[in-house]
């Protein structure tokens, strides 16, 4: 016959399913950084034509993580490649970087 006493360190298959048990609700933004700044950008201008000034803010402050993110990443690969080639033509150096978002012109712009 098996020892049937139990290990110290075993799982006990007694888990629910609830989904909100644990406070994930699979709110994981998912795509690349460009999709998940354009994601966040038209929540804000929602979020503003809606009224809800403080979610738009939010939103934004989000964008604008992500627009950094999206900086310092195009900025290593500048510093990495040093020149980058357009069209067949080699170009030393690319100012194409997403611009600062500002939360107040945001708002105002979905306002109007």
Partial sequence: MKNR????????????NDNFA??????RVRGNLSTVLEKYKVLAKDAAASGDHIGAENYMQHAEHYSRLL????????????????????VTS?????????PAKAIEEANS
């Fill in 5 to 16: 006493r139990s290990r110290p360190f075993k799982r006990l298959n007694n888990r629910n």
């Fill in 22 to 27: 644990n406070g994930n609700n699979n709110t």
């Fill in 71 to 90: 900086n310092e990443r195009q900025d290593r690969y500048n510093e990495k490649n040093g020149s980058i080639k357009t069209n067949g033509k080699e």
């Fill in 94 to 102: 690319v100012e194409e970087t997403v611009e600062t978002l500002d």
